[in-house]
Each structure stands twice: as structure tokens, then as C-alpha cells.
């Protein structure tokens, strides 16, 4: 992980991609560098966190202090570079066209419509969040159904509140016979890996549909229930004496570390821990 506030010498960036989104997303550290004019035919959305980033917009010089956003529709020409002499920290994702039109078909229900973000430059703490938890996630989480649902989450607050486009009027209904349907789907599959649209497809509802109503009906969003109903699982394993390493296999985890850090969060301790505890009580 890149870290500010070390006044690094040269200028860092890593990137990644995730292929079942097929996204780019980048984390950098800019000492000194400066962005030339330029364009690209994807949107960019620049997270600040530390320090200060200054760039050209449409003839217009814009500051980003920490926490800012910044959002540059595909085409744009624009700039980017250090405010001040200790550079800044950013995290970016790069969604494609393919990735807005399908947002914005969750959210409308209109076919090619293509959102554009009407401000650059953004202060919300939601929004900031939001984006920083989903890059997070894209970076350690190799759960489809994680990645999946916050990306959809994030990208779905971001076009309604800040882009062009006309939501659908469609009110919220309590549909609890497809939220059901979906429970029962995630408790028989909860083993295998499971895609947001396998569930949605399930209960005949859009992704962006279900996790609306999933999370009114339930009070927490799908992946987050798979992921409680397999930490469930794996302590019953655990107090039958099977080995962690074969838990978390055997639940649906993709490792014994990926079990680890979910089973941390929701018990409070590692699954050897449990173990331990429950032989010696």
C-alpha cells in the first residue's frame, strides 16, 4: 500500500483490474509529477486522501483538498497535478460506458441511456465513503457477491445523485415472497460462489431491485447475509473439530485467510481462536 506523509522521492502507482466487472482502478502517490493535457474514453472517479491535487477542466483550475471527489466524464480533456510541494494520495476507478449503461439501466429501466456526471468536483461524506469502501473492497475481496453489490451500491448512489439522468418513479415495495426466495437460494448455495445477478435472475428481479428490497426487507444487503449464514456454518464445523483450513473451504470461503477476516469480524475472533476456546472451556 502506497502511504503519504513518508515525502517519497519519486512518484508511485499501482494498478489493478477486475476482470468479472472489467474495471481498472488505481492507487497512486504524486510527489511531482503532472498529468499532461488528456482525455479518456472511460469515466474517471478520483478519490483525494491525502494532500492536495490541482487540475485543468474545460479552461477551469480546480483544487482537490483530502476527501474530495473528482468526476471526469469519457472525452474530457483535463490535467492533473500537486497543489503543494508535499503532492497528494489519490485512489481511482475507471468505470467503462458499458459500466454506466448498465447502472443506469438499473436505475431507469431505459436501454443505452448514458449518464454524465454534471460537477467535477464533489464534497459529500456518503459519497466519499462509498467510494473508498468499494475500492477497498475491489483490492482484497475475491467474493463475486461482495464486489459485486458494493459496486452496484456505489455506482448507483453516485449517478442518482450527481449525474444527468431521470430515475425511474417506481416506489419501494416490501416484495418479501422474492426476498424469500432469495434467502432460501443464498442458504442452499451458500457453499458455492454466487453472482449477484444468479439471485436476481432466481426472483425474477434486477440486481439493483433486489438489493433494494432485500435490504428493506432484511435490514442488511445479500452478500452480508451469505456472509453471516456461512459464519454460522463454519462454527458449527469448528465445534464438530474440523480444521479451519478445511472450513473455510467447505463453507464457501476462497481461503483460510478470507475466512479469517470475516469470521474476525462477525465472532470478534479467529477461527483457531473459536476452536481453542471450545476445547479448553
Known amino acids: 500500500m502506497l502511504k503519504y506523509g513518508q515525502m517519497l522521492a519519486k512518484d508511485q502507482q499501482q494498478f489493478w483490474r477486475n476482470d ?32 492536495a491535487q490541482s487540475f485543468f477542466h ?8 483530502p476527501n474530495g471527489l473528482i468526476f471526469i466524464n469519457p472525452g474530457i480533456v483535463h490535467t492533473g497535478e500537486p497543489a503543494t510541494e508535499k503532492g497528494f494520495k489519490l485512489r481511482s476507478i475507471y468505470p467503462t460506458l458499458a459500466n454506466m449503461e448498465s447502472i443506469a439501466y438499473e436505475l431507469t429501466g431505459r436501454h443505452h441511456t448514458i449518464p454524465y456526471f454534471r460537477e467535477v468536483r ?15 473492497t475491489l483490492k482484497i475481496e475475491p467474493d463475486p457477491l461482495i464486489f459485486e453489490s458494493h459496486f452496484l451500491a456505489t455506482m448507483s448512489y453516485l449517478v442518482s445523485r450527481f449525474a444527468d439522468i431521470r430515475l425511474s418513479n417506481d416506489r419501494l415495495k416490501q416484495e418479501r415472497e422474492s426476498v424469500r426466495k432469495a434467502r432460501i437460494f443464498l ?16 426472483v425474477s428481479l434486477s440486481p439493483y431491485h433486489l438489493l433494494r428490497v432485500f435490504h428493506a426487507e432484511v435490514g442488511i444487503p445479500p452478500h452480508a447475509y451469505l456472509q453471516d449464514f456461512r459464519i454460522r456454518k463454519a462454527q458449527s464445523l469448528l465445534e464438530d473439530g474440523v480444521p479451519p483450513a478445511e472450513v473455510a473451504l467447505d463453507v464457501g470461503f476462497y481461503s483460510q485467510s478470507h475466512l479469517n477476516r470475516h469470521f474476525k469480524k462477525i465472532v470478534g475472533i479467529t477461527p483457531k481462536q473459536y476452536a481453542t476456546q471450545l476445547r479448553t472451556a
Open 20 to 51: 468479472l466487472l472489467e474495471l481498472n482502478f488505481l492507487e497512486a502517490f504524486h510527489f511531482d509529477y503532472a498529468y499532461p493535457r488528456h482525455s479518456h474514453d472511460h469515466y474517471v472517479i478520483s478519490l483525494i486522501q491525502d494532500g
Open 58 to 65: 474545460k479552461g477551469t483550475r480546480y483544487t482537490t483538498p
Open 122 to 136: 464533489v464534497d459529500d461524506a456518503k459519497a466519499t465513503q462509498m467510494v473508498a469502501r468499494l475500492h477497498e
Open 187 to 202: 442458504e442452499e448455495n451458500y457453499a458455492r460462489s454466487i453472482h449477484l445477478a444468479d439471485i436476481a435472475q432466481h
